[in-house]
């Protein structure tokens, strides 16, 4: 790093725990960032300014103006252009140390498992369960690190499946086949500030997996909003699982 960079990141190479060599990680790292919405917003706002050296953004939507109460990388100027271009401009303007490539279209599993296997780690910001249920699948498949955050009106969840290890819990072992289309925020709201508050716990995760610090890894944190509550639960990996269950220990 040049005297820029370590001026720029100085704040954060001070912690014990990071240093240079944990600066240094994070800017030879690769971040996927699936979903530029509500959770992706903060996501890519947090992981650029941070210094991740490379990111990948993956959306095939347009910004909306339904969008703009919660979807913070995206303004009024945007609506109709690409989500992960309006992104991109965002995170170029944050920090243009950062190299940003976008794939404004939808991945299907072969092609997620690929990307993936390029990347140091994913981070899931997704709204539906058929999307979170094929990142997954292309994570375990290429035994990459996924962080999954998902909110809804005044809830939200968050944690790490480190497909580097074996005995990792996967998405279908804590969710089964999940819900159906209408469970999204879509149908159900979600109060404008929550995305921002997973989004950046997503983005602390990542960072620390990245730098290797501890993270959620075999625990869940639920976060209820309305009672300013915070829980967690342990995750186990069910051995009968048909996504992940019949991965070699």
Request: net charge negative.
């Amino acid at each position: 790093m040049d005297d820029p960079e370590l001026l720029r990141y100085s704040r954060q190479i001070m912690l014990p725990g990071v240093g240079v060599e944990g600066q240094q990680r994070l800017q030879e790292a690769h971040a996927v960032i699936m979903g530029l919405g509500g959770l992706g917003s903060p996501v890519a706002a947090y992981l650029a300014a941070a210094g991740v050296g490379r990111l990948t953004l993956v959306d095939p939507d347009h910004v909306e103006v339904t969008n703009l109460q919660r979807q913070i990388l995206h303004t009024d100027a945007d609506i109709g252009h690409d989500k992960v271009e309006s992104a991109k401009r965002r995170l170029a303007a944050m920090n243009p140390n950062c190299r940003v490539e976008t794939r404004a279209e939808r991945l299907d599993v072969a092609a997620m498992t690929t990307l993936f296997a390029q990347a140091d780690v994913v981070l899931d910001g997704t709204d539906n369960f058929a999307s979170r249920g094929a990142i997954n699948r292309a994570a375990i498949a290429s035994g990459t690190p996924l962080v999954s955050g998902a909110v809804i009106r005044f809830e939200g969840q968050l944690t790490t499946f480190d497909y580097r290890d074996p005995e990792a819990a996967c998405y279908h072992c804590l969710y089964g086949e999940g819900g159906g289309d209408e469970d999204t925020c879509a149908a159900n709201g979600v109060l404008a500030s929550l995305p921002g508050v997973i989004g950046s716990l997503q983005a602390t995760e990542a960072l620390k997996l990245l730098i290797g610090l501890p993270t959620l890894s075999g625990r869940l944190l639920i976060v209820d909003a309305t009672n300013m509550q915070f829980r967690e639960i342990r995750l186990r990996r069910d051995p009968d699982c048909p996504v992940c269950g019949q991965r070699p220990a």
